[in-house]
């Protein structure tokens, strides 16, 4: 509360910053962070904690490395602070370079760590790098290129500026080649913003009321003296905005604020918009709500036995529900009991996967505004603008030609950010309540708490094998924690059963799995969505079983490898697969051969592999519009712009459609603008979900381009006066193939084509629905266009005093198609491997017996940082996908999967013990260890 | 963003300001490196009223004074880290990330709070959890009991400054005052500190004694972590033997009292051998309780205790070996 005259006083600042001074009036309960960012402007210093666990937001003072939300602005004067936008570039265009920056929002803390480094110690070892940064949280990148970038710095090394930094593929003139991203170096050095960079005049700030209790009905909600403090423009509750929405349309059960009961510790209750966030705090306070307490359902087995009341007690068509059961699905292919009956070894047990959330560093934002005909512009930080579009349309009761979405620069997302959100749904109504636009940033917490993170899943898993090693049945019972609501619930549901037959052959397969309401956050889609959990036990069950039968876990890999142009036994065809050079790949770097089993105690190797899709057939809204859309424009100075509404979360789409635009028209990328950002502006694209985006967005922007090629093709061919044939395309410049000499500029030819169709030159391209999959219900779901697969060796050390298991190293192949940007790919790769050991060893996301999440805060959830994360060894297998754009397939997601196993199996190597329970603390190693006598 | 509210702030020109500004105010904080109190303020478990700013108000001295080390209580936790006697400058090294211990204080170190998974949340949390003793409620979650407050002490440099023998010197507007920091440290989540209301801590000092010293630190991760267990030994070993002239091992992080682990006294004149050690690590173990204030199966961290013990004196031992 700021009552006191004494404490709202503000005070005047004078602060020295990238030797400039500055005079401040601020509050004295103001940070460095907030004074950097909201009144000088310097928004490269990021915020991504509250409270000193991530180091988004490190600035340097008197050369230090300090963390600018735990220094209080006043304290600050006198010092000489230095922010990104003061530090020379060096570092900056080679962590671009590098690929040592996905989604861009740790970078500039991470480049002051870094520089800070290098002042004192000019040739640092890769210790004292990783040592440095410790305190700087990177959810991208898995660090490794991150070392390489400091370490190009040491070296003076002299990094290029271009786009371009390498050779391309052969036969190619960019395709291929080490490149930057268009939106790189801009977000190195803090230039680009990211939703909560951006003031709009006059706007206010909201938040957002949370239910104390993990289950209850509301009874009452009186607004009137939060409404009544000084600074307050609006106060909404759920009644303001009854319809419910799911991003899955058939599901409907979420509503922006609660409208009968909450259903989690930290459900929407109500929302505020005031004059800044201090006073939205304190009218959040003044909101008197009366609950009806009701037992919460906290686990699986008391929301299978449905004994109390159900979490949602009505059906999303509003028939009364008496049971927690959200999903169910069940489906049999071949003959398993015979397979079962024939299997010379079989490996039977439960597995347990605990949940994990998405951590990106940039907390959720949104701004809402509404211009003066009427119309709303929503800015947020979502990975699918276009179902929020649809969502906000829907639920304000807006038609969809009046809402339109802006997504600025992502800060990491991962399936975090993929679906609508109270926060937005609030900020637009508060934002039409109040007359001005509202901003609504999630603290820290509250992003824990919207979560959508992978399920808590238990499996029963059975596998038969022949003697010879070949997989004869498979049999696997689910059960999936879902949390409060249903988010892409049916799909995980039916994701954890359909997406295990790859990439080794299961000829008979059973599964059934089911998805449990609870109170506690809502799990949805994370990277890997719905299989990572089921994976992690079919791959560490392989390993049982090689060792039953005296097979080298590699081996038995082989023996059941798919390959491309197969078809699993649940009806999907695999256009390509890489399995076995993946294998090889891994068996190769890790010494695998020589060193698997010659390992003194302590120390072990394991291997796992897996499968993902590249998008999936069957979109979220089932449409028989295209997927995505790509539309092309020239330009008279010579650029070509490509609007797609991709979400670059900091995974490349953009440097993907301008290398692909720039591939087929021969021209120089930095020509190529990509205009991604707004739903005014960009034809639709589904969005950054399923992996679908490079090959759903490459295949729609090849199409754009080659048409557009063609247009220039026959323009210059009429300019020259000769055959089509003979016109060759780049780089840089457009030639005749038969007289070499002859040549000229890619904007020429624009203006000639221009000239030749006396309009200007534009062209589109889609990405079109195919059918695909098993002729069954549930047979399209899971059915690509493209599968990508990987193998995982890891390498661990076990102490087995103490439990703690230390990843020493990790070798990840991965078969993407082709690299049409393989740094991007390897950082994709790296940043996915290390998402999985944070998984395999230290994250979690738990609820108490109240339901009070017991991880909360970056602190706790337990991120790796750089000083944990071993060197991740990333290499690419290209199978030449005959689907996707010049044979490209995913590499976001994939990567994830196999890492946990084949720590698992590492472990076992390691010490004999078996763990089937995520995480692999050093408490369950131990307690493991003791079980079997072995410490 | 978690924003803070509520307070105004003074800066202090030197201690004795200092100490004369909180005695003017009411519900005021000392605001040394910042971060633990600021975080505290954020998650509103601490509301003071108005935060002196130390800054440059407190000594960074880093002096020998009659045979003793007078270390100012501004000296910052990297300054310790590089060059500090063993074993503080291990422990001090282990603290956090690199931006915490370029701010962080070897004073606001000593004066750090006490913490507990039930405690350092945010307000919502803590309302939701209906309170604990040590913010605005009346049973503690970890024991169950409504009597005493458990929460841990996590300074990584109290086990090591327990073990060199530490004494503070405290400044009020009543003048200076010293005790040792066993004293000093109480069995009490609530008040770990025996301070009294207005008290600055100015001057950490370390009787100079030679010997080994190392820490070893128990965390999840490899940097930012608090402690789960926290410790330091310090020695002074003679001949090829290894024979033990004094030794000290203190363990912290387990309860809110870090404590130097009594009756190693009678191994004194024995050779720190493999049969001393394990004898040590049994008696730690035996005499560590971790309250479950902190992350992590007590059980194990206890374990982990034990088997950290019997590591840390054989890297005193080897040190010793070394340097003879």
Redesign the interface.
Known sequence: ????P??T?L?VLNLRVNGEDHAVLA?????LL?VLRYKLGLIGTK?GC????C?AC?VTMDG????S????A??AQGAEIGTIEGLDRRLAHAFDATGAMQCGFCQPGMIL?AH?LLEKTASPSREEIT??????LCRCTGYTKIVEAVQRVARSEDISKGLVQGPPAEGFSILGARARKPDGIGKAVGELPYTDDIALPRMLHGRIL????AHARILSIDLSQALALPGVYAAVVGADLPKAYCVIPWTPDETALCTDKVRY??DGVAAVAAV???TA??ALALIKVEYEVLAPVLDLDTAEKAAGVPVHERDWKGRPRLDNLCKEVALSFGEVDEGFAAAAAVVEGEWFYEGSSHAPIE?HCAIGTWDALGRLTLYSSTQVPHYLQRALSEVLEVPLDRVRVVRPAIGGAFGGKSEPFDLELCAALLSKRAGRPVKI?Y?R?EVFLAHRGRHPMEMKLRVGASADGKITAVENDLRLDGGAYHSFGMVTTWYSGQLLTGPVHLPAYRFRSRRFYTNKPCCGPKRGHGTVQPRFALECALDELSEKLGIDPIDLRRRNALVSGDETINGQSIPSLGLLQCLERVETLSGWKERRGKLPFGKGLGVACSMYISGTAYPIHPTELPQSGVMLSADRSGIVRVACGAADIGQGSDAMLMTVVSEVLGIDPDAVRVESQDTDRAPVDLGSYSSRVTLMCGIAAQEAAMGMRQAMISALAGAWQVDEARIGVGPGSWFDLQDPGRHVGVAEVLRLAEIAAGRPLVSAGGFRTRKLGGKYQGGTIGASPAYSTTAHVAEVSVDP???IVTVDKLWAAHDCGRALLPTLVEGQIEGSTAMGLGEAL?EAHTVDS?????Q?SL??A?L?????TPPIVASIVETIDPVGPFGAKEAGEGPLHSTIPAIANAIHDAVGVRIRRTPFS??RV??ALKEQGRC | ?????????A?ARDPQHAVELFAGSDQAAW?A???DL??AI??KVQQP?L?I?L?QALPRTFEEQGGELVLGAGL?L?DLARRGPEPLAEAAASI?????R??GTLGGNVMLDTRC?FYN??A??R???GGCLKASGDICHVTGAPKSCVASQCADTIPALLVLGARLRLLSVEGPRELSLAEFLRYDGLRPHAVRPGELLTHVILPQRGGVGASAK?R???????PLISMSAWARLEGPEARIEELRVAIGATNPQPKVLPGIEAYIGQPLDEERIQAIAEAAWMRTRPQGSL???VA?RR??TR??VARLLRRLRSQHQEIA
Not at chain 1, 131 to 136: E, I, V, Y
Not at chain 2, 1 to 7: A, C, N, T, V, Y
Not at chain 2, 220 to 226: A, E, V
């Open positions: 509360m700021t009552t006191s004494e404490s006083a005070l509050p004295p309960t103001w940070t907030e915020q509250d409270k000193g666990d180091g490190t230090q490395p300090v963390l939300c735990l220094t209080l006043a304290t760590s800070a040592a440095a940064l410790g305190g700087n949370r239910s104390p209790y510790v930290g800044d966030e201090e705090d304190a907390p940033l603290t917490e005093e103490t439990g230290f109240r339901g009070l999440l017991a909360p602190l706790e337990c790796g940082t750089s000083v944990e050093p408490e131990l307690a | 963003m978690l924003r803070m509210s509520g307070f105004s702030f800066q605001l490196g910042g971060t600021l975080p954020k998650l009223k935060l700013g800054g910052r990297s956090a990330g690199p931006q915490i370029a701010m998974r949340q945010s919502h949390w309302e939701a959890l128990l999840p991760r490899g940097s930012i972590d608090f992350a992590g199966d194990w374990q982990v088997v950290f």
